[in-house]
């Protein structure tokens, strides 16, 4: 494909999601003919362990596939890859119905806001109609309190072939509805989930494009920390590319790389444009199966595009309550990168679980006096012209500041 070609699309990302065994890698390689696992282990275990890949064109259309494990002690490579996705394919298998990995992704897709869903039946035939109609049922009811209401429940058999043709069509339909612009104006912001060196081509890594373009040559920021690399070539699904837009599915091969290991985590920018922090505001929503309110410091672990951090949070105007929301402070053991309008993770470290999520307000976030916190935090979690006025110094509020890297003017 001629990068005049490429330039024309439109891209989205599709993530799967659904309990260990529903289907899900099978059935991506039923619409795109890709095998997602990568690893032997994962073919003598019949299951998916890490992230896998796939992709699907369309005429002006370009999918993308994530396909995330469904067992829950690999949940942590999941939420790696879920940044990004546009639509979501749920996968429940007819013969087992809704399962608790179905439960979890669901509630992550729900946090994260993830615009669109669509849900698929698998296995299909190794079931009777009745059977089917009450999975079908079970889905909808799970469905109910969730933003995905109204997405539709398709069956399909990868094995037999059943019902594909008919899933290809809707999610092709969907995708078209959520695909992503190129936004050059951006800031080059590249999440990693995968890193590698390869025989011959030196260091590699994957993402998906969060903002911005990427071209070979360019020198981009490696963070967290202070190092760099340079963008010797870009691939996207398979193809080298002489740009690499918003929403695709990206792989560079690098050169020149300074500042510590590639590994996940980490973030390929725009130099300048974003900074690592370790303190953040955050719009906080505890799931309603939360264990119990969050009333003060609480450990948990936050995911954030491919990051994957130890810390502690706490509410700021009172507690909040399971299936509630309100500001609260994240502190990091470590830095990650973020900026206003991210959305995150929170995960339960002992035993594991999912509590919560919701969106950053401000990425450099740092303690206030009490008679001044709650004008910030009515201005932070207001529209961005009150954002930006804010950050911005003025001779009234001194303890004001500019706006972080990563802020829209």
Do not use: Y
Not at 346 to 363: M, N
């Amino acid at each position: 494909m001629a990068d005049g070609e490429a330039l024309g699309l439109r891209r989205v990302v599709v993530g799967t999601a659904g309990h260990i065994d529903h289907g899900k890698t099978r059935l991506v390689e039923a619409l795109t003919g890709i095998d997602c696992d990568r690893w032997a282990e994962e073919k003598e275990r019949g299951i998916t362990i890490d992230l896998g890949f796939a992709h699907l064109e369309e005429g002006e259309l370009q999918v993308g596939f994530v396909d995330v494990p469904g067992h829950e002690r690999f949940l942590h490579n999941a939420l790696a890859g879920l940044g990004g996705i546009r639509v979501l394919l749920l996968v429940v298998a007819a013969d087992e119905s809704v399962m608790p990995q179905t439960r979890e992704h669901l509630a992550i897709a729900s946090l994260l806001e993830i615009p669109s869903c669509l849900v698929v039946l698998t296995k299909c035939d190794l079931v009777s109609e009745d059977v089917l109609d009450l999975a079908r049922l079970e889905v909808r009811e799970l469905l109910a309190d969730s933003p995905f209401a109204e997405a539709e429940i398709l069956a399909a058999s990868s094995v037999s072939g059943t019902g594909i043709d008919e899933l290809r069509t809707a999610l092709l339909a969907l995708c078209r509805e959520r695909a992503v612009e190129p936004d050059p104006e951006r800031p080059a912001r590249l999440p990693l989930d995968r890193a590698f060196q390869l025989k011959g081509q030196g260091s590699i890594v994957t993402g998906t494009l969060a903002g911005g373009t990427i071209e070979p040559g360019a020198t981009l920021a490696l963070l967290p920390g202070e190092g760099s690399a340079r963008v010797r070539g870009i691939q996207v699904h398979g193809r080298p590319r002489e740009r690499a837009e918003t929403g695709e599915r990206v792989a560079l091969q690098l050169a020149n790389v300074e500042g510590g290991p590639l590994e996940r985590g980490r973030e390929l920018t725009r130099p300048g444009a974003f900074a690592p922090t370790s303190r953040l505001l955050v719009d906080l929503s505890l799931l309603p199966e939360a264990p119990k309110p969050m009333k003060g410091w609480t450990p948990v672990r936050v995911h954030l595009f491919a990051s994957s951090v130890a810390g502690r949070a706490r509410p700021l105007a009172g507690p909040i309550e399971p299936g509630g929301r309100g500001p609260a402070e994240l502190a990091l053991a470590e830095p990650l990168v973020a900026a206003r309008g991210d959305r995150f993770i929170l995960r339960r470290p002992s035993p594991p679980a999912t509590v919560g999520g919701g969106r950053v307000l401000d990425p450099t976030w740092r303690r206030l006096r009490p008679e001044v916190r709650q004008a910030a935090l009515e201005a932070l979690a207001g529209d961005e012209a009150a954002a930006l006025a804010w950050w911005r110094p003025t001779p009234a509020r001194p303890a004001s500041r500019p706006p972080p890297a990563g802020a829209s003017e």
